[in-house]
Nanobody, 124 residues
Framework: EVQLVESGGALVQAGGSLRLSCAAS????????IGWFRQAPGKEREGVSC?????????YYSDSVSGRFTISRDNAKNTVYLQMNNLKSEDTAVYYC????????????????WGQGTQVTVSS
């Protein structure tokens, strides 16, 4: 059974940092593309950052987080991280980890497996 478990969400002040983790199990992690998505109240879920299974392919960052967030993966630990720096109030959302084999982009519809999400709240 595929499982993705997010952790690390919290309440933080604007300008602060958080590191989200996504622990995966039930599939061959190193072969799967992994993405972080978020959904704010009243808004659609959106791609934040995605990291491919193949190291020589590019990672993706949305314009709104580029330069502030960093995605990384540790295949030995079956874990993906999202380091979030200089957080802004508009980063407030539920953050989801997702996995798929052979994603065609960092799109919600491209990902097959989803975690339950972790809440990030940034106070201004």
């Amino acid at each position: 059974e595929v499982q993705l478990v997010e952790s690390g969400g919290a309440l933080v002040q604007a300008g602060g940092s958080l590191r989200l983790s996504c622990a995966a199990s039930g599939f061959t992690f190193e072969h799967f593309d992994i993405g972080w998505f978020r959904q704010a109240p009243g808004k659609e879920r959106e791609g934040v950052s995605c990291i491919p299974s193949v190291s020589d392919e590019d990672t993706y960052y949305s314009d709104s987080v580029s330069g502030r967030f960093t995605i990384s993966r540790d295949n030995a630990k079956n874990t993906v991280y999202l380091q979030m720096n200089n957080l802004k109030s508009e980063d407030t959302a539920v953050y989801y980890c997702a996995a798929t084999f052979g994603a065609d982009g960092c799109y919600v519809h491209s990902y097959d497996y989803w975690g339950q999400g972790t809440q990030v709240t940034v106070s201004s």
